[in-house]
């Protein structure tokens, strides 16, 4: 299991924004998008859209999804599904906790979502 990074306070991140983990930081090999859905609750994926290079942390969230800033298509925060053309691969997820005011990011750990 992958060890946690300790990404700031939950503070940092209004609802409806992101905020990109640099490579360099994840130990990935990708950034890290961290989301802070309209549902209250944070969501991680790797940043680049599945379908062509572009950052989703800048594009728009709407509920528990969000959408790329160029061909938009979407994808579940929750489970990284891809939900529309032209996106048919999933995004990677990565397992994100509230620990106090702190946000705990897993690189590699997959999220586990009930919904």
Avoid: Q
């Avoid at 609802?15 to 360099?24: F, L, M, R, S, T």
């Avoid at 890290?32 to 790797?46: C, K, M, P, Q």
Wanted: aromatic share 6%.
């Amino acid at each position: 299991m992958s060890e946690a990074i300790n990404i700031g306070s939950i503070d940092e991140i209004d609802e409806g924004e992101a905020k990109v983990i640099p490579a360099a930081e994840t130990g990935t090999g990708e950034d890290i998008a961290v989301f802070h859905a309209e549902d209250g609750n944070f969501y991680a994926l790797n940043d680049n859209c599945t379908h062509e290079t572009a950052s989703l942390a800048d594009g728009w969230i709407e509920g528990t999804e969000v959408e790329c800033p160029i061909h938009s298509a979407k994808f579940c925060l929750k489970k990284g599904t891809a939900l529309c053309m032209p996106a048919t691969v999933d995004a990677r997820t990565h397992k994100i906790e509230v620990s106090g005011d702190d946000l705990l990011l897993y690189p590699n750990v997959p999220a586990v979502v009930d919904a």
